[in-house]
């Protein structure tokens, strides 16, 4: 980094700080998010608070975040990601191309390659609505904290939703959702289109684009579907859904999240050195997930395709 003499550099919220800020300190404009440090609780004293907000910006490398950014962009609470993060286009002086790209929607490709692809993959679906699933790959690496929500209760919710709406499921995502896949399999006994580990990202995109509605969690697919205008219903855990969920046509999305007075979970993008030294993953309960049934799910996702039948 020094020795490139950049003259500026963009920070956004997740970036580790602690192991960048002096290298960044010769960079002239250092533009960043930073985020206050307030209390979850009310009513605490103001010793227990003062030492709340140094334990957390010490953790977290907020104070070196303060410290090396000379151009903060402060995070407003419950502000969508894209929101903050054209906001550090504003702050270099993007005031104008801000604007524009919030009046263009983003455009997710399709070749001729994956339209034939997915026309394949669903060729036994014709004449049924198609409803694509994404499990996610959870009690994995890829899940590091923890968000997404069983397969075993995704595949009770799906038995019950083909015997509502007589539908085509077809499960999407990759090699590593296999396990996923197979917990899945061994609660949803019915027919369904298996295309985990089967199709590249630009493939999914076109499956996705072929669906009635679209089913999952905080995934990337999710987001894809969102991107795409295809109506998605979405069960949140820990991180929150005003910050990552729904941007595009809001009315289209139903996202299922239980109201907890630890939700959006604050540790989010802690640092996690290992078990037993400076662990954030486990917070000892994870109620945000544990305690959402497939029942609380199934009266949603029923008055949710209620209201759009």
Not at 65 to 86: C, D, F, G, I, T
Not at 185 to 204: I, M
Not at 234 to 241: A, I, K, M
Not at 278 to 287: A, I, P, Y
Request: glycine share 8%; net charge positive.
């Amino acid at each position: 980094i020094r020795a490139a003499r950049f003259y500026a550099v963009v920070v956004s919220h997740p970036t580790p700080m602690r192991a960048v800020a002096q290298p960044i300190l010769g960079i002239p404009l250092r533009v960043g998010h930073c985020r206050p440090l307030s209390a979850p609780h009310a009513g605490w004293s103001r010793p227990r608070y003062a030492l709340w907000r140094l334990k957390r910006g010490v953790i977290s490398g907020e104070f070196e975040r303060r410290l090396a950014l000379n151009q903060p962009v402060w995070l407003a609470q419950e502000e969508h990601a894209v929101l903050r993060n054209l906001r550090l286009i504003e702050a270099l002086g993007g005031g104008q191309a801000v604007q524009e790209a919030l009046s263009v929607r983003p455009s997710l490709p399709e070749r001729g390659s994956d339209r034939a692809f997915a026309e394949r993959a669903l060729a036994s679906c014709a004449g049924r609505d198609i409803v694509g699933l994404h499990l996610g790959a959870a009690g994995t690496a890829s899940d590091p904290y923890m968000k997404i929500w069983s397969p075993e209760k995704w595949a009770a919710v799906c038995l019950e939703l083909v015997r509502l709406h007589p539908c085509a499921l077809v499960v999407v995502g990759g090699p590593a959702e296999a396990k996923a896949l197979a917990r899945f399999r061994s609660v949803f006994t019915e027919p369904f289109v298996d295309l985990v580990g089967r199709a590249g990202l630009l493939e999914t995109f076109a499956v996705i684009r072929r669906c009635r509605s679209f089913l999952g969690g905080d995934t990337g697919p999710v987001k894809a579907a969102m991107a795409l205008g295809v109506p998605t219903f979405s069960v949140w855990g820990p991180t929150s859904r005003l910050d990552n969920g729904a941007f595009w046509d809001p009315e289209l999305h139903r996202e299922v999240q239980l109201e907890l007075p630890c939700l959006p979970c604050v540790r989010m993008a802690l640092p996690c050195e290992g078990s037993g030294i400076v662990n954030f993953r486990d917070c000892g309960h994870h109620d945000c997930l544990n305690r959402m049934t497939p029942k609380i799910v199934l009266e949603a996702l029923r008055q949710w395709l209620s209201s759009r039948t």
